[in-house]
């Protein structure tokens, strides 16, 4: 694996000061996900590193503002947030080096800008005041308005000029996939947190209450609603399957890993039953180093 400094070159990243701007993107990646910085530094090829690392780190500060403080806090933080990300892309200029970074990635990638700012919009209408679902079609209403311009802020800087349409539908399968096999794993957590992500519908054609969730009751029903749920993902990842052809090929291992790993969280979902009631569903340690040192393995040398 190449120096960081000597992956900032290979990206044509060459004055202090911006140098210095990646870096703090890079490190706090590294603080807030040390699983996707180590797949970016180990897997991608290193031109696309600096970029991917500026992506995350700006998703992650959007999602932080979202789901921080009181409802007023988030919508007030959010706007203050769009207003410094708006002048930051049009001065290439900030205060703020993660922003500074980004705005140079999204010049220097062509990365459509509105790609942004529908990002920032989903943030606001979707995440901030996020409710729970009444059924599948606000499932996907917020996959459009913030998951997946989420993923596209930083998957789609892979791609010089931003991705087509092609590249940007799969990336559409992908996260909703993801966004699934998410909920599932962290269901004790957000329920904890006063969050329901399954869609109540689906409570209810099973006869499951959400305090049966709630309280984590084993029961047939409740069973039966998270195979059923289980299932829809499982679907869900069977229709991204083609996502590595629509990859930048110095992506293509850090797109198979994740998809590995979403395969090997979904299936201890799966072996968990009821057990995700009580407790998340993690990764765990070994699977995710296994699964690193085997696209390690496979990746060219020549990845670019």
């Given amino acids: 694996m190449p120096s960081w400094r000597s992956t900032l070159t290979t990206a044509g990243i060459t004055g202090p000061r911006l140098r210095a701007d990646y870096t703090y993107a890079a490190r706090r990646v590294l603080r807030r996900e040390p699983a996707p910085y180590l797949a970016l530094r180990l897997l991608a090829a290193p031109p696309l590193v600096p970029w991917l690392a500026a992506g995350l780190a700006f998703m992650n500060r959007v999602d932080d503002v ?90 789609g800087l892979q791609y010089q000029g931003g991705p087509d349409a092609e590249q940007a539908a799969g990336w559409r399968r992908f996260v909703d996939a993801a966004q699934r096999v998410d909920f599932l794993a962290d269901l004790a957590g957000d329920l904890a947190a006063g969050r329901l992500c399954i869609p109540r519908a689906r409570l209810a054609e099973h006869s499951v209450t959400r305090a049966d969730l709630e309280q984590a009751r084993d029961t047939p029903a409740v069973r039966e609603l998270l195979a059923a749920e289980c299932g829809r993902a499982r679907t869900a990842l069977a229709a991204a399957d083609g996502i ?57 040398r020549t990845a670019g």
């Fill in 66 to 155: 979202a789901e921080t403080g009181s409802a007023d806090q988030r919508a007030s933080g959010l706007e203050e947030l769009g207003t410094e990300v708006r002048r930051a892309l049009e001065t290439g200029d900030s205060p703020d080096p993660l922003l500074r970074a980004y705005a140079h990635a999204v010049d220097s990638r062509g990365l459509p800008a509105d790609w942004v700012f529908r990002f920032l919009d989903g943030a606001a209408a979707e995440e901030a005041v996020f409710d729970g679902f009444a059924a599948e079609e606000e499932f996907q209403a917020y996959l459009d308005a913030y998951a997946w311009p989420g993923v596209l802020v930083f998957t």
């Fill in 244 to 300: 590595l052809d629509l990859t930048a090929p110095g992506l293509r291992a850090v797109a198979a890993t994740m998809t590995e790993l979403m395969e090997h969280q979904l299936t201890a979902v799966e072996r968990a039953g009821a057990g995700a009631l009580r407790k998340d569903v993690g990764y765990g340690f070994t699977a995710p180093l296994r699964t690193l040192v085997r696209a390690r393995a496979r990746r060219p």
